[in-house]
């Protein structure tokens, strides 16, 4: 554990994901200092959890609060721009949960406001943090494997078919590309070397007008190529593969990868590489934040969410899925 002094975390939103960052933090040797969330009892009741000494009936209240360095946000993704903003403009860093922002306008209005008052601003993105990724990168950079040719993933969810339910309510900006996609494509823009400039995709859009099932194919202008497959009505495994002139790569569950297989082209031996620990994904998440915060190097990869953000942003205005916020939006302008 880090010797250095920590910093004052705390939370608006209080679900699964956020009990698991609860957790990281413990592990770690810190906690949160105070929570808000939507409902001030779900609040309470995950203060007295986690022994947290402030428990605030509004985001609002939270914000105000001079005793808070991080604002971790973990609530629907329709709500992420306006607490961000929040946060930001109340002199909070900030790391929310992905997908970070609606789309892309939304991240580079936070992205700008972040940089004018020299804060940290970053999605919750596990990948970019495993000591899996960092190992592999170090060889890739290496020239070990040779060029990236293209990349294979999939990420397939079976999720029961309800309109109302978070994942597929129009409303709660539901989706398979904003929902397990964004690991898809954040996990392919950790391994090429730019983003991408072409785009084809087909989507099967559920009934409730968001996108349930989608075939994406990405391409550089290093001629490097993605092929992504998305469902949330349909298992499947995460798994990506990337290949090289010299080897592929395989990773099994690479959200939170702690193993890899490297498969030599010459010979076909394989190479088992582990590095990490799943189970402390967002224990690296944490440290890394805490880093970025101390001016102690950037490695949170806001360029990558950028660039993840601009591409899911195209991908949707393609398939006609529109959010009822960004509908609002037009119509302010």
Same mark, same amino acid.
């Given at each position: ?42 609040? /309470?009741? &995950?203060? +007295? =959890?986690?022994?947290? %000494? ?6 609002? @209240?939270?914000l ?43 991240l ?59 994942f ?18 954040s996990?392919? /823009?950790? &391994?090429? +070397? =730019?983003?991408?400039? %072409?785009?084809?995709s087909?989507?099967?859009? @559920?009934p ?110 393609t398939?006609?899925?529109?959010y ?10």
């Open positions: 554990m880090e010797k250095k002094r920590t910093c004052r975390w705390a939370t608006i939103g209080c679900g699964t994901i956020a009990h698991e960052m609860a957790q990281a933090l413990q592990r770690l040797g810190r906690g949160f200092c105070a929570a808000a969330g939507r409902t001030p009892q779900k609040v /309470r009741d &995950f203060a +007295a =959890e986690f022994g947290i %000494e402030k428990a605030y009936d509004t985001p609002a @209240a939270l105000a609060d001079p005793d808070i360095d991080i604002v971790y946000i973990s609530t629907p993704h329709n709500t992420h721009a306006p607490y961000i903003m929040q946060a930001l403009s109340a002199g909070k860093h900030v790391l929310a949960e992905k997908a970070i922002t609606l789309n892309a306008h939304e580079a209005t936070a992205a700008s406001l972040a940089e004018e008052k020299g804060l940290v601003l970053a999605e919750a993105m596990t990948i970019y943090h495993m000591p899996l990724y960092r190992a592999l990168a170090s060889r890739i950079e290496a020239g070990e494997f040779g060029s990236l040719r293209l990349a294979q993933l999939s990420f397939g969810s079976y999720k029961p078919y309800d309109m109302e339910n978070r597929f309510n129009l409303r709660l900006a539901g989706g398979a590309l904003l929902d397990i996609g964004v690991y898809a494509l996990c392919a /823009r950790f &391994f090429l +070397a =730019e983003n991408p400039e %072409e785009i084809v087909r989507a099967r859009l @559920a409730s007008g968001v996108d349930e099932q989608a075939v994406i194919v990405l391409k550089n202008s290093a001629e490097e190529m993605a092929a992504i497959t998305l469902s949330l009505h349909a298992k499947q495994p995460k798994r990506a593969v990337f290949s090289f002139d010299d080897a592929y790569i395989e990773i099994c569950d690479y959200p939170r990868a702690d193993r890899a297989s490297i498969i030599w082209a010459a010979d076909g031996s394989r190479e088992d590489v582990a590095a990490g620990e799943t189970e402390k994904a967002l224990d690296y998440e944490v440290l890394a934040m805490e880093r970025a915060v101390r001016g102690e190097g950037n490695e949170m990869r806001l360029d990558y969410t950028r660039g993840v953000m601009e591409v899911m942003t195209k991908l949707r205005t398939w006609g899925v529109k009822p916020e960004e509908e609002a939006a037009v119509e302010r302008s």
